[in-house]
């Protein structure tokens, strides 16, 4: 028993969980946001600028997630 960690003490994760972390962010950005673009697209009959707009916004929320997660 004297070596269990306090339950009030978090693990603390490694550098692989936060790489996946930040892939996880990044490629659900791109694809959720691009996926509404793309269904933008299908409603206004647009040629695939809603897609573009909607990757960019998604790569641009999930690079600010992942910022706001990481800073102290």
Do not use: C, H, N
């Amino acid at each position: 028993m004297a070596d269990m960690e306090p339950p009030d003490r978090k693990p603390q994760p490694d550098g692989s969980d936060m790489g996946w972390r930040a892939l996880g962010y990044l490629l659900s950005g791109i694809i959720f946001w691009g996926g509404l673009g793309y269904l933008v697209d299908l409603w206004l009959e647009l040629p695939k600028v809603g897609l573009l707009v909607g990757m960019l916004v998604g790569a641009t929320a999930g690079i600010y997630l992942l910022i706001k997660q990481m800073s102290p």
